[in-house]
């Protein structure tokens, strides 16, 4: 019996026509749904691998036929088709009747017995039925039905409808609204297209009507033919009443890509109003205060090389594909992020550009490039790109000349995934102030800070990797700036400060002079505190407490010394991981753990197992690098590296060699109860029993937890007597205890350590450290607040460990603290409301 595989965007779709079809033909007939992508969040698409697992299920030897909805189901079952055994894809007809009519007649030919060329042939003519019911007569022409001219009379051709409006939104049809108008239509079959003048285009392409550059208060037209073509319009007009998504006054965030930073340019618009302290919504992310000369930091899209090799076109527009898929992965999670710290108006940069990338006027013509000049997916696409970002840029309308910048993001974005490159780092030629969307490890690892004055990101918190590696690295940040970094033009002044979140572009000459005042005296007093960084912090009553250095990479550890640190009592190894083609091997993580426990000789050095979840995709990971709906509650710690042995044992392997050299201790992150650690210890002494069977050197490694989950706390008694040290971690375990993601701009204001909950949790930490006999150190961001030190001191810590600059002047604190006057001040901060409350103790002086 010929089988069907029906291929659809949609798996309910797909499912709800097999549905029809098994009730017609009483489940006779083999039948398969290849529809949607595993993607929970945005699971429209197809997938040629499910669609080759489709026609194998239903393969019975007499045949498949392959019904397709539309777009990219086309491309997909010819890719699963070149994916087959020649001998099983001879067997497989592709079919283009419309999905429905067209399962249903093949469905019933084939449940009688029917070959392969009468099915299709019957399913071709699936419409014949309902075009005499409408009137309209098909005739056969080259294999398929068309309609035939109509009848001279009694017949009521299709009409075509239309809507002209005025634009009311100040900037017009740009890339927002344009994203909207297209997503208004996904509903609806009609096809629409757009009018503005002699110019007409597909309503249906984002591309397409940004280039119209239809500006406010011009008239267009919308014309929509088809069965829902009024619905259609009326979608359209509801949109336009609602000024296209845009602010009512236009002045807003309609004209911002701030959210999408380097996809938003850098001087569009006009600079904010001199002298003004715009960034409201910054968040104080590094301090200090920086003056400087702004500049933007984009990702780099340079053409291909001139001698890749394509392979065959299938494989070459299946690697195409793939990039796509994992860049609309990507935007979706930014878009998610941006949503959740910057509002929803601030995330559409991302929908659009996910919009741009199922454009078929782009991806569509880097297709073609592929089938028909043969070009490798990395020439193809970046053609496509760079013809249609001339084509903005020839526009006469400066804002939709910057739009030029947003297909370029996109771009580079699906760029960089086909070749597998990390994201490029900033390019600075002289002391500036950065701007960008967000930085990540990788980036943060190509800076200067000799030309790094300041740091402004759109998105970000005080807990992002950019905040946490400006503060390793002494540059005043600030994070979360939101719309404010879209009006910056490159070389403009922008001045900063990183205490209080404040953020000033092209300042007044007094403002800056006053500014200028405040740096100077910042600078002056992190000089007065590097002076006696290297003497030890010890209380005025004779108490030492031990203060550490968190870093992030070897490199991090000698500044670090320099600045006072007395060992590393955070070594965050997950940005070895991060932001790469595939994970690092056992020597390469041995010499990094050599080189960092190198540059801090006779002190100890704590280094962090593999921290790492859906929270931190990383592509080499495969199903693992998919988000996941609950990152901060899913596999992620302790808990992602049992499940992933194949990364955690070279890990363990790598830091028992390093030990040979060097004394190191291991901690293990989010270790929520005894069983976790016990099976992470015995992991640890499996790599110890290989090593000893290959003669390998290694070493003795002392070995600890973070707390950062309360069920950790809970059971700290119990984790202390297998534990040889805690270190609690305050950034997890504050949105553990509140309930509050740290990363949620609606609910920081509860993700606090100060909160007095969390501080309980530390208090009952360090009595069951201390019952044990165990040190208890501190490396969360509190740990490097000067404000808050009196009360970690009151509340009986061993070790602080912090980012390298704020040591310093967490010694001086220090070394003013009274144990007993320090201890009164904790009982009082236990006793508050809110964390609100415990900062106004602590800035009265308690």
């Not at 098909?138 to 005025?166: D, F, I, K, R, Y």
């Not at 701009?745 to 007095?756: E, G, K, N, Q, T």
Request: contains cysteine; proline residues 7%; negative net charge.
């Amino acid at each position: 019996m010929v089988g069907i595989v029906v291929v659809t965007h949609s798996a309910v779709l797909g499912q709800g026509v097999k549905e029809l079809a098994e009730q017609m033909t009483q489940g006779r007939v083999p039948l398969a749904v290849a529809g949607g992508i595993d993607d929970p969040d945005h699971p429209i698409g197809t997938d040629p691998m499910r669609v080759m697992a489709a026609i194998e299920e239903v393969q019975q030897g007499d045949g498949v036929l392959v019904l397709m909805d539309l777009g990219s189901a086309l491309m997909s079952a010819e890719t699963a088709l070149d994916l087959l055994p020649p001998e099983v894809a001879a067997q497989v007809r592709l079919c283009p009747a419309p999905l429905v009519e067209g399962v249903m007649a093949a469905a019933v030919q084939a449940s009688i017995g029917a070959d392969l060329d009468t099915v299709l042939r019957e399913a071709q003519s699936a419409l014949a039925a309902k075009a005499e019911l409408l009137g309209m007569a098909l005739v056969q022409e080259g294999g398929g039905m068309v309609e035939s001219p109509p009848p001279a009379a009694g017949v009521t051709p299709a009409v075509s409808h239309e809507l002209t409006l005025m634009v009311p939104n100040r900037l017009g049809l740009h890339a927002r609204p344009a994203a909207r108008i297209v997503t208004a239509l996904g509903p609806f079959v009609a096809d629409v297209q757009l009018a503005r003048g002699e110019r007409v285009v597909s309503a249906r392409s984002v591309n397409r009507i940004a280039t119209l550059a239809v500006r406010g208060g011009e008239t267009v037209t919308f014309r929509a033919t088809g069965v829902d073509a009024e619905q259609a319009l009326k979608a359209l007009a509801d949109l336009a009443a609602q000024n296209f998504g845009d602010l009512p006054d236009a002045a807003g965030s309609s004209g911002k890509s701030a959210a999408g930073g380097s996809g938003g340019s850098g001087g569009q618009g006009k600079p904010a109003a001199a002298g003004v302290s715009v960034a409201k919504g910054g968040v104080p992310a590094s301090p200090g205060i920086a003056v400087g000369p702004a500049v933007w930091h984009r990702p780099a899209f340079d053409a291909p090389p001139p001698d890749l090799v394509a392979g065959d076109p299938a494989s070459e527009a299946a690697r195409l594909d793939a990039a796509l898929d994992a860049a609309r992965r990507e935007l979706a999670a930014l878009e998610r992020r941006t949503a959740a710290m910057a509002g929803k108006q601030e995330s559409e940069i991302f929908v659009m550009h996910r919009l741009l990338l199922d454009d078929a006027t782009i991806a569509g013509d880097a297709r073609q490039r592929i089938a028909e000049r043969h070009e490798p997916a990395e020439a193809a696409w970046y053609a496509v790109i760079d013809q249609a970002a001339e084509s903005f840029r020839q526009l006469p309308e400066g804002y939709m000349r910057e739009r030029a910048a947003d297909l370029v993001d996109v771009g580079a974005r699906v760029l960089r995934l086909l070749t597998g490159a990390p994201p490029s780092g900033p390019r600075l030629d002289r002391p500036s102030v950065l701007l960008a969307t967000d930085l990540g490890p990788s980036d943060m690892a190509h800076l200067d800070p000799a030309l790094v004055l300041g740091i402004v990101t759109a998105q970000g918190g005080a807990t992002s990797h950019a905040a946490i590696l400006a503060r390793s690295m002494g540059i005043p940040a600030v994070a979360g700036a939101g719309a404010l970094a879209a009006n910056v033009a490159d070389g403009v002044t922008v001045a900063l400060d990183g205490t209080t979140g404040e953020v000033w572009i092209a300042p007044a000459p007094d403002v800056l002079s006053s500014i200028e005042s405040r740096r100077a005296s910042w600078l002056a007093a992190r000089q007065a505190a590097l002076a006696g960084a290297a003497r030890p912090a010890v209380t005025v009553d004779g108490r030492h407490l031990h203060v550490h250095a968190n870093i992030g990479t070897p490199a991090d550890a000698a500044p670090a010394l320099l600045n006072g640190a007395e060992g590393v009592g955070l070594f965050r190894t997950e940005f070895l991981f991060l932001d790469r083609a595939d994970a690092p091997d056992e020597e390469e993580q041995r010499a990094a753990y050599v080189a960092a426990a190198a540059a801090m000789p006779g002190l100890p050095v704590v280094v962090r197992t593999l921290d790492i979840g859906g929270d931190k995709p990383v592509p080499y990971l495969g199903d693992f690098a998919a988000g996941e709906d609950n990152p901060f509650l899913g596999l992620r710690g302790i808990r992602f590296c049992l499940a992933r042995r194949e990364l955690f044992l070279p890990q363990l392997r790598a830091l028992l060699r390093a030990a040979a050299e060097h004394p190191l201790r291991v901690m293990f992150p989010m270790v929520a109860h005894p069983g976790e650690l016990a099976a992470a210890k015995a992991l640890l002494e499996e790599a110890r029993a290989a090593l000893a069977a290959q003669g390998l050197p290694h070493g003795p490694v002392e070995v600890g937890i973070m707390v950062e989950v309360p069920a950790a706390v809970a059971l700290a008694d119990q984790l202390a007597r297998e534990s040889a040290f805690f270190s609690i971690g305050t950034n997890d375990l504050a949105q553990y205890v509140m309930a509050a993601d740290r990363g949620n701009a609606a609910v920081a204001d509860l993700s606090d350590a100060l909160h007095p909950a969390v501080l309980r949790m530390v208090r009952d930490t360090v009595a069951a450290g201390n019952a044990a006999g165990i040190p208890v150190a501190m490396c969360g961001e509190l740990a490097g607040s000067a404000e808050a030190i009196p009360l970690l001191v009151g509340l009986g810590l061993d070790e602080l460990s912090m980012n390298g600059p704020a040591i310093p002047r967490a010694k001086d604190v220090v070394r003013g603290c009274d144990m007993a006057a320090c201890a009164r001040l904790a009982e009082r901060a236990l006793e508050l409301p809110d964390a609100a409350a415990v900062r106004r103790l602590l800035r009265d002086g308690g």
